[in-house]
């Protein structure tokens, strides 16, 4: 099963695509992960990442796509794959695609969790990181301990740089901009999945393994 996550910064991606990771036994696959591994690894595409990184700017569409072919060829992804956070624009989606008709494969569904603005702005900004173990807490739905150190470790509660209002929006305006057309892309090829991630992660968990289930049902009929 070769699965996209798509929805803005704070929706539940992350969360939703680790719990399908393991129970499909197949890899979460982000690009920032993949980029960090090349740049560790000094691989000759992860030396061309560094470059841009190192001065602050996008890594061109042109090495993340030898990345993920890259790691597409590896031995955990051959029974599917995970992508959270890639593609995040249509020119990317139609490299994947061709990428993967290479490989004789194809996306089976693109999942977007569908989170309003001002719950995203609540998650985010009241979203408070642990500096020691990096235990995440959020003041309104998880909160910490009442002396406001970390219940894991005793560590300082932080809020990132990255979770403040004013950067918050600006995130989600890039994905208004660049993302969101994605939707239409991946609804006209008949792969688009809508979940309400407003709810529980339980819930949102539930209603993606029923919607999934049903791709695979109508495989297996289609098949005999």
């Given at each position: ?218 495989d297996d009929s289609s098949s005999q």
């Amino acid at each position: 099963m070769e699965l996209i996550f798509i929805g803005y910064p704070g929706s539940g991606k992350g969360t939703q695509a680790a719990i399908l990771s393991e129970k499909y036994d197949i890899p979460k696959i982000s690009t920032g992960d993949i980029l960090r591994e090349a740049v560790s690894r000094r691989t000759p595409l992860g030396l061309e990442a560094k470059k841009y990184m190192d001065k602050g700017e996008l890594v061109p569409d042109e090495v993340v796509i030898g990345l993920i072919e890259d790691r597409l060829q590896q031995e955990d992804a051959q029974k599917g794959f995970i992508l959270d956070g890639f593609p995040r624009t249509i020119a990317q989606a139609q490299e994947l695609d061709r990428l993967l008709h290479k490989f004789k494969r194809s996306i089976s569904a693109v999942i977007s969790l569908e989170v309003s603005k001002k719950r995203i702005i609540d998650r985010l900004t009241k979203r408070r990181v642990c500096v020691q173990c990096g235990r995440v807490y959020n003041l309104i739905y998880d909160p910490p301990p009442e002396d406001g150190r970390c219940g894991v470790c005793g560590g300082d509660l932080i809020q990132r740089s990255d979770d403040r209002e004013e950067t918050v929006r600006h995130r989600m305006e890039v994905y208004e901009e660049q993302t969101r057309p994605l939707k239409e892309y991946y609804g006209a090829q008949g792969k688009l999945i809508l979940i309400d991630g407003s709810l529980s992660i339980e819930k949102v968990r539930d209603e993606i393994q029923r919607k999934l289930n049903e791709i695979m049902n109508s495989d297996d009929s289609s098949s005999q």
